[in-house]
Nanobody, 124 residues
Framework: QVRLVESGGGSVQAGGTLRLSCTAS????????LGWFRHSAGTVREGVAS????????IYADSVKGRFTVSQDKAKNTVYLQMNTLKPEDTAIYYC?????????????????WGQGTQVIVSS
């Protein structure tokens, strides 16, 4: 069993920054990738960023490249999403997700474990 708990959401003005955290517990050895997804009203859930827990490789959605950075603290079983130069269109519920598969992917179907989500609101 794997549990993912997000924190760090909040409200910020456009151009501001936030850092999200996701701590994994349970059988974390079975997780190859940890990623971040987001969902806003009227849209489908979108993959934002993903990180290879063993080698540190990362992938990003085009919409956040150059603004968001995903990183990890292996000792704490925690993955972070540093979000800079935030835009109103970044407003969403952000979910942490874990995948057992060793695939570089931002497809929702590739991820088996999900957190409850944390709200991010960016005002103009």
């Amino acid at each position: 069993q794997v549990r993912l708990v997000e924190s760090g959401g909040g409200s910020v003005q456009a151009g501001g920054t936030l850092r999200l955290s996701c701590t994994a517990s349970g059988y974390t050895g079975g997780i190859a990738y940890l990623g971040w997804f987001r969902h806003s009203a009227g849209t489908v859930r979108e993959g934002v960023a993903s990180l290879d827990r063993r080698y540190g490789g990362t992938i990003y959605a085009d919409s956040v490249k150059g603004r968001f950075t995903v990183s990890q603290d292996k000792a704490k079983n925690t993955v972070y999403l540093q979000m800079n130069t935030l835009k109103p269109e970044d407003t969403a519920i952000y979910y942490c997700a874990g995948s057992r598969y060793d695939n570089r992917s931002l497809r929702e179907s590739e991820f088996q474990y999900w957190g409850q989500g944390t709200q991010v609101i960016v005002s103009s």
